[in-house]
């Protein structure tokens, strides 16, 4: 079964906690404390698998959670990191978050790509000494690990997208110029997955052409099979417009030709500005004058025409000799850059719930939003620390730190942040 988008849930590992330990050893007074730290959450990591063409996998199974980070220990012994929950994609998946649409990763290549990272282990009861505060009695429990609603898509990794009505003849043309096996039939939707073909030019030249199932009116909104495949166009360098120039099937040519690239321009208005290439197939089911019509036609709005007969590859060198010629022109395949976390406005923070807690002068600040605002913050850039800042104030923390007594140089614990506190 082919299936191509799917949601499901991912969870990366909690961080371990760190310890409250302290040194106990014949002959050795005070030993102070030893609390080891909580080791890192598993991450969730995407990785491409070349044997794999299809989500159905993730039908079945839609809740990924990695493991949690080892307790740290006493003895200065800090927890075991967790092993990393690897999941494996088709290659050119692109994961988004759920809700947002925001782009996470693209897997086009085969490096692993982590998508949810664990979270941090927490600090033991040692990193809290100092010549005032000799025995801690507190430590950091870890950090949650991220977690996500995702969406995948697979949109297929080809350098050449091929479109057209049902029964124009782009099966047989695929079957003709590569290894390709798709079913061919004399029925419309006789296609009903992409096909993908490697098609062999001169010694070590090649490129990849993928077969898109038939494209009708209205293929934008969902009819026919046009909808649930026109995301595998996206990626490609190069569009060959398969066109019955015959007419066999009692359309237009004209028309057929005008009703695909408003389907592809309604889907995604950058496939209008994609190169194409046309070409005009069955040709022998017509005449010179028919055929010269349409070329005429096609030629006016800037396009190359190529008269072929796919069922006896009459032609067909010709046409990929100039598919090839086009492709050395233009870009690599279209890579989707994964979208920082946004910005979490002031005005819509508003005054949110943190808990504060009070250990040895050290005061602990959490809640849950805080964790999302911190991943949005880069400490060494001026403007984002004055965006914090801004923030705990807008926010309520500072007025919820004053609340419990903090005074001038004391210190603020903020999950894997620290700062003293200056009024």
């Known amino acids: 079964m082919f299936v191509d988008i799917a949601k499901i849930f991912i969870k990366a590992g909690d961080g371990g906690d760190g310890a409250v330990a302290f ?65 494996r994609v088709p290659k050119g998946t692109v994961i988004r978050e759920a809700e947002s649409g925001r782009i996470l990763a693209d897997i086009s290549d085969d490096e692993p790509v982590i998508v949810a990272k ?39 990794l080809a350098d050449v997208g091929i479109v057209g009505f049902p029964n124009v003849g782009k099966s047989t043309f695929i079957s003709v110029v590569s290894e390709a096996k798709p079913i061919i039939a004399n029925y419309h939707f006789t296609t009903i997955t992409p096909v993908l073909g490697v098609v062999r030019m001169d010694e070590g030249s090649s490129f990849v052409m993928a077969d898109i199932p038939g494209l009708i009116e209205g293929a934008h909104d969902g009819t026919g099979l046009g909808h649930q495949f026109l995301r595998h166009v996206e990626r490609c360098r190069l569009l060959v417009h398969i066109v019955d120039v015959s007419g066999s099937e009692g359309r237009d040519p004209k028309k057929d030709f005008e009703t695909i690239n408003d389907e592809l321009r309604k889907f995604n208005p950058e496939l209008a500005e994609r190169p194409m ?16 019509d349409f070329k005429r036609y096609v030629e006016e709005r800037g396009y190359r025409f190529f008269p072929i007969m796919a069922a ?59 964790l999302r605002l911190l991943r949005t913050i880069n400490f060494d850039d001026s403007e984002s620390l004055q965006y914090f800042q801004r923030v705990l104030i807008s926010s309520g923390v500072i007025d919820a730190l004053k609340e419990a007594g903090i005074r001038e140089g004391d210190t603020v614990s903020m999950y894997d942040v620290e700062f003293d506190f200056v009024e």
């Open 23 to 87: 040194h106990r050893e014949k002959y050795v007074a005070s030993g102070g404390p030893d609390g080891g730290d909580g080791g890192r959450g598993g991450n969730i990591v995407f990785v491409a698998d070349s044997n794999l063409s299809t989500l159905a996998d993730f039908r079945y199974k839609r809740k990924y959670t990695a493991q949690k980070g080892e307790n740290g220990r006493g003895g200065r012994c800090n927890g075991k990191k967790a092993e990393d929950l690897i999941i």
């Open 118 to 156: 664990g979270g941090k282990g927490g600090w033991g009861n040692i990193h809290f000494a100092t010549p005032t505060r000799q025995t801690p009695r507190f430590a950091k429990p870890g950090l949650p690990g991220e977690s996500y609603e995702v969406q995948l898509e697979l949109k297929l």
């Open 277 to 292: 290439i046309v070409a005009g197939n069955k040709c022998d089911l017509t005449d010179d004058e028919t055929v010269e």
């Open 312 to 370: 006896i590859a009459y032609q067909v060198e010709p046409l990929l000799k100039a598919i090839q010629e086009q492709l050395s022109k233009l870009p690599p395949i279209t890579r989707y850059e994964a979208e920082p976390a946004p910005v979490i406005p002031e005005e819509e923070l508003g005054r949110q719930k943190v808990t504060v807690t009070k250990h040895d002068e050290v005061y602990f600040v959490e809640g849950e939003w805080l």
